[in-house]
């Protein structure tokens, strides 16, 4: 009696783009009954086998640009398989309550109760809370299949939403948002200030944080669209200015210093040190090395699924890697990681008792404020360091980009690119100060 689902395209139909419509085909009990999911892809993206859509690597994305013109994104595949998850969901969690409650039910019933539910939501919700809820939804259906931490930019974004309708008094609703509001909306976000009650201190947002915010905006208007909500289309004609952050990474001197100082005297630093080598020398994230575990390592590689990216990674070990590993061989874990929170507070302090001071410029903008600040460079190590590390300084040994990514698991070279043009000014500078500025 329990439902079967399958995933289709329809190979009948398909529109301009190329793209045929992915419908969801329920059986019960010998019926056999279709529903459009709202979701159209190319054939080449769909995975009828595995019943899932294709991971979009930057082959498969020139491949469909020369065939379609399409610039579809990895993050619109991944918000799809998100939705198409959530579907899933809702029909089990449907058929579970008539299974609970002892009634007979059928695939006509399952659908009738998903497009009563659809249409509640659109109709029953005042427009304006609405949008909070589906926030706050679409934070609930994706805590389980998205990195921790990842959503926090969605309750920042609720956060500055609410603040801009208080102080505009202009409801923000879903078929209202178009280009005017996204400019209003920026505007809001460069003037934004909130004093800190204890200190008095003020809290404004950069240009970075600013484009993170509407970025995330326009991914959810998207997302809300795809779910039959009524959105303006208007958002998608205002254009995200982006600023390129600065590469931190250590240079091979410092890693050199930090991997041989003598930490004997200090087991926690010591421990904080070995786990920051280890990924200076791997690329490997920090969540990547919580996730490590013994059966992960082999003879002469690390086999491990990211949790970021949900891709397998082969990465080969070296004499560091495998110094590393071999001094924690008795322990369970294969290294001594501790919290993401701790450790960066703790290897800002190694990177201080080693040495590592160098003065770094770190430039902001605030609208057209430009904004300068010069750090000390430990105060601005963090774990990230230690996979901007591992990739600028294999780029400066002569790694080829592309197997670098390999390791390191970019499948977006415009991504990786800035490491490239970090080595390149790193060359620059080694040459100025070995044979002299050109005059």
């Not at 690597?57 to 065939?67: D, E, G, N, Y």
């Not at 410092?254 to 003598?262: A, D, T, V, Y």
């Not at 902001?364 to 990230?384: L, P």
């Amino acid at each position: 009696m329990e439902a079967t689902l399958r995933l289709e395209l329809r190979k009948d139909k398909v529109n301009r783009n190329g793209e045929h419509p992915l419908i969801l085909i329920i059986r019960v009990a010998g019926q056999r009954r279709k529903m459009g999911t709202s979701i159209k892809l190319h054939p080449e993206l769909w995975d009828n086998d595995n019943q899932k859509i294709i991971n979009l690597t930057q082959k498969l994305k020139v491949q469909l640009q020369k065939s379609y013109g399409d610039t579809i994104t990895k993050n619109q595949l991944i918000q799809n398989q998100e939705e198409l998850n959530s579907l899933i969901i809702r029909i089990k969690t449907i058929e579970s309550k008539f299974i609970y409650e002892g009634i007979p039910y059928s695939a006509d019933m399952i659908i009738e109760i998903l497009k009563e539910s659809k249409a509640a939501k659109t109709k029953k919700e005042d427009p304006t809370n609405l949008v909070y809820d589906f926030i706050d939804r679409y934070i609930q259906e994706h805590e389980l299949t998205r990195v921790k931490g990842s959503l926090v930019v969605y309750k920042s974004l609720k956060r500055h939403l609410k603040n801009y309708q208080t102080k505009t008094k202009v409801n923000f609703r879903f078929d209202k948002v178009d280009y005017n509001f996204m400019q209003s909306f920026q505007n809001f976000l460069i003037g934004w200030e909130e004093v800190h009650e204890t200190t008095g201190k003020v809290r404004t947002l950069n240009n970075i944080t600013i484009a993170k915010q509407l970025s995330t905006l326009k991914t959810f208007l998207g997302y809300a669209k795809r779910q039959g909500i009524k959105v303006n289309g208007g958002y998608k004609d205002f254009t995200i200015k982006k600023e390129k952050l600065e590469v931190i990474a250590l240079t091979q001197a410092e890693l050199e210093l930090l991997f041989n100082f003598n930490l004997s005297l200090n087991k926690r630093l010591d421990q904080v040190r070995d786990v920051f080598c280890f990924s200076c020398v791997t690329g490997f994230r920090f969540s990547d090395l919580q996730q490590l575990r013994r059966e992960h390592i082999k003879e002469r590689e690390i086999r491990l699924t990211i949790k970021k990216t949900k891709e397998p990674l082969i990465v080969p070990l070296n004499q560091f890697s495998k110094r590393i590993l071999h001094k924690y061989e008795e322990m369970g874990l294969p290294l001594p990681v501790i919290s993401n929170q701790k450790f960066n507070k703790y290897v800002k302090e190694l990177c201080k008792l080693v040495g590592i001071d160098d003065p770094i410029e770190i430039i902001r903008y605030k609208g057209a404020i430009k904004q300068s600040t010069i750090y000390k460079k430990h105060e601005i190590i963090s774990a990230h360091t230690g996979r901007k590390t591992f990739a600028t300084l294999s780029l400066e040994k002569g790694i080829p980009a592309e197997t670098v990514m390999k390791i390191t698991g970019h499948s977006d070279y415009k991504s990786f690119q800035r490491y490239v043009k970090v080595t390149e000014e790193r060359k620059r500078n080694e040459m100025q100060k070995a044979w002299g500025a050109p005059i």
